[in-house]
């Protein structure tokens, strides 16, 4: 009789993805891409059948950042609310996305929208990933002057998450731009105080602090790759990992 190999277990039991808005944009530089949104909806449809609890904040750069905006005359907390429900559009997409896939989503706002949304309370976001349930953040955290990074930090460290993953479209962190130095190397890990001395802009230096001071891994991988979202969740070494425990 033939061995029956077990299945195997996914490394982390609870994450939050952060997906930036120019990664559901694909290869545009504005707006929502359908098929890139079907493709990572795909993706975390698998990832929630294997029992992990997912949760994911999106970015609203496809549509509007507040930063540059102000820079451009707009007052800088009146630019960040305005980019702040950019991500809940990008929230809504990506929900539509999965509910066509089967997945039940729950959408929770910072910013209080019920007509499309819950308001984000920790307590029903731990509720319904308990239930299977996926859970977007959106609105960053209600508050201007913050990134999105920062507001999936704060998430992650709110619900007690394993992991926080950031998908970019690099494969890793490099020691150098990659895009500016071809002889850039790729790290397959580095500490947390090694981000913020180099200033690598992995993600701004609060949410990188908030992680360290929590102890929340963070895996930085390309999410242009389709299956890095699951191969990350079962501890493969693609990416690269800032703090935390070594893959494998």
């Known amino acids: 009789m033939a061995e029956t190999r077990p299945e195997p277990v996914p490394r982390y039991r609870r994450v939050v993805l952060k997906i930036s808005g120019e990664a559901l944009a694909g290869r545009a530089s504005f707006g ?3 098929g890139t949104v079907d493709s990572i909806a795909r993706q975390l449809k698998e990832v929630v059948g294997m029992g992990v609890e997912t949760a994911v904040v999106v970015g609203g750069g496809n549509f509007w ?3 540059s905006m102000s ?14 429900l950019a991500t809940v ?3 809504l997409a990506l929900m539509d ?3 066509k896939h089967g997945v039940v989503v729950r959408v929770q706002t910072a910013i209080e929208m019920k007509e499309v949304a819950e308001p984000y309370i920790r307590r029903r976001a731990i509720a319904h990933l308990e239930k299977g349930r996926l859970v977007i953040f959106a609105g960053g955290n209600g508050n201007p002057f913050f990134t999105t990074d920062t507001t999936a930090a704060l998430r992650a460290a709110e619900i007690e998450a394993d992991v926080m993953l950031k998908a970019t479209k690099e494969s890793g962190v490099f020691d150098a731009d990659p895009r500016t130095h071809p002889d850039a190397r790729k790290l397959d890990e580095i500490g947390y ?6 200033n690598l802009r992995v993600m701004d230096a609060t949410a990188t602090s908030l992680c360290m001071d929590n102890q929340i891994p963070i895996v930085v991988f390309d999410l242009n790759v ?7 969740i079962m501890g493969e070494s693609i990416g ?3 703090g935390g425990a070594v893959h494998g």
């Open 97 to 99: 996305a999965l509910e």
């Open 89 to 91: 559009m990008n929230a």
């Open 71 to 84: 820079m451009q005359g707009i007052d800088r907390a009146t630019a960040d609310y305005m980019g702040m």
């Open 193 to 198: 105080l090694d981000i913020l001395k180099e």
């Open 240 to 242: 690269t990992l800032v």
């Open 32 to 34: 929502i891409d359908p």
């Open 65 to 67: 950042r507040g930063q």
């Open 226 to 232: 389709y299956g890095n979202i699951k191969r990350v």
